[in-house]
């Protein structure tokens, strides 16, 4: 439905932290965009009087800004928007008896995938899961994986609004450093072992030691404590401008996590025309395509992931076959076509309340 034949919706977004997390950065930038396209955007967040509702990073703009008191329901403070969208599975129980439609955006976290480190809270996690996932509220899911994943758990039918990109924002640079060496671009938090660093770590290592020459740049949340013996450069929690510099920078992106909900850097990396190893960690699926724009590995098969790197290493015509074609595939996702998916999905929520 094109919006001009709907009314704009109000929507509420209850936001979770303010944590420069990949999680957190597409819930915005999904209220951007829908806020573009001429929605009603309110942003909902618990805290301390004279909080921010908004994380201090965060580059939009809304409509109305609302400060919950931490003793306060969230669902009391958004009477009149036609949708409340839930940042996080736990605050479904507080927005349950809301008067507005009440929607989850499954993004995908340790706890769906089965991985909790403390042994000791199994037994909760699972009980407190499922009462999240059967309340009743509608959950979207951001890929075919999660999709699956909330089926086979939950036995929950769910509908995949995708993550979209950007790619004005994301995209090649006007000209590409030519200079050696080639340089290697990794992107995450090495504190969250499902990002599975330790295997990257090792691929470069060996490749180094074989006699090709590279230079990797690491952009993370916290500075890894690593020792390596090839040319390594640590970028700490930069801005977005400076982070989709150093996607410009790169000849390869290494991705290596054991499961991702999604997998964004994949798709920011193709956005940004830098060709894209990676593993094959579930929400990816939905986007990388073997040989064509990324070459793919499974998480455990390092030698594999290896004569990737090698072959991207020695051949620059293969770097610029994936690269333009994974650009081909972001601009595919970017949020022209995506909005729209959302946007039927939660008219059709409504139902009564769609403009004839």
Known sequence: KALATVKPLKLAYFLPHHNLTGGLKMLLSQMDAMRKRGHYITALYKGEEGDFVLPSWCRIEVDEEILIPHN??????ADDCDVIVAGWIQQVLELKGAKAKVVYWEQGHEWLFGDVRNSQQID????????????????????RFVERVLMARYNLQTTVIPNGIDTTLYCPPAQRNEEEPVTVLLIGNPTLSFKNFPTAINVLQILWERGHKFQVNWVSQVRPETNVGFPLKIIVHPSEEVLISYYQQA?????????????????????????????KCGGIDDYAVHDFNSLLAEPEDEEKLIVHMESLLMNEERREYLAVNGRKTAVDCNYERVIPKLEDYLLSLLGSKVSP
């Open 251 to 279: 000849d390869i992106f290494l991705y290596t996590s054991w499961y991702e909900g999604f997998g964004m850097p994949p798709l920011e990396a193709m956005a940004c025309e830098t060709a894209v190893v990676a593993t």
């Open 124 to 143: 909760l996690i699972r009980r407190q899961m499922e009462t999240y996932y059967t309340s009743g509220v509608d959950v979207m899911s951001v890929s």
């Open 72 to 77: 306060q329901l969230a669902r009391d403070y």
